[in-house]
């Protein structure tokens, strides 16, 4: 089974490059894994099956073909229920949380197609909407709930911005190469001098910023 996906895989190479992951996904989860989803998701050392087989014999990532998978399911489950969204690979994987929450996958997916909502937004709001589920809300609550969450988890984020760098620890790690420098005997003396002086540079300008 395994080597026929790799062949399978091989063989859709040349595809546009979301085509080919929906086809590979599409593949997994029927032809490999039968659709039966509890099997997919059974973790056991002994599967000889697994999606991390399957990416070492067909060269293509474990994470890759995991979302692939993931997403041809979610894309199963809805269509089986009526839905056909014209969404994203990644948005169906987004939904993959909601697997014991039908109704809220489908109404999310209708949402999201409905305002072209972004892929971090729906993250957010599906992590919002199976917790409140969980908690033993009803749907329509916390569908209603879902825009003042979105608003609140961009609220946190200070867009515009990248992320503040933790400048001690780099300074740190440049240290570390610092002295690895000046321990290794391997490297011919102009080379790590060169080495030496742009790290040192590179140190002291972290360490200027680090001050302000």
């Known amino acids: 089974m395994v080597e026929d996906a790799c062949r399978f895989i091989e063989a859709k190479k040349s595809l546009h490059a979301s085509e080919f992951s929906w086809e590979v996904g599409d593949y997994l989860f ?12 059974w973790r056991n050392p002994g599967k000889t099956d697994s999606i991390r087989d399957i990416a070492a014999g067909s060269g293509v990532p474990h994470w890759s073909l995991s979302r692939w ?65 969980d908690a033993g809300e009803s749907l329509d609550e916390v569908m209603a709930g879902v825009p003042a969450e979105i608003r609140r988890r961009r609220g946190r984020r200070r867009p515009g911005k990248a992320p503040r760098v933790d400048e001690q620890r780099q300074i740190g790690v440049l240290e570390i190469v610092l002295r690895w420098i000046r321990e290794a005997g391997s490297l011919p003396p102009s080379r790590a001098s060169g080495l030496r002086d742009l790290v040192t540079l590179i140190r002291d300008l972290a360490s200027k910023g680090a001050a302000r």
């Open 69 to 133: 998978v993931k997403a041809a399911m979610v894309r199963r489950w809805l269509a089986d229920a009526g839905a056909r969204p014209d969404l994203p690979l990644h948005h169906f994987r987004a939904l993959d949380r909601l697997a014991g929450h039908l109704d809220a996958a489908l109404a999310l997916a209708a949402w999201a197609e409905a305002g072209r909502t972004p892929f971090r937004d729906l993250e957010c709001a599906v992590a919002h909407v199976q917790r409140r589920l």
């Open 30 to 41: 029927t032809h490999v894994y039968r659709k039966d989803v509890e099997y997919l998701r």
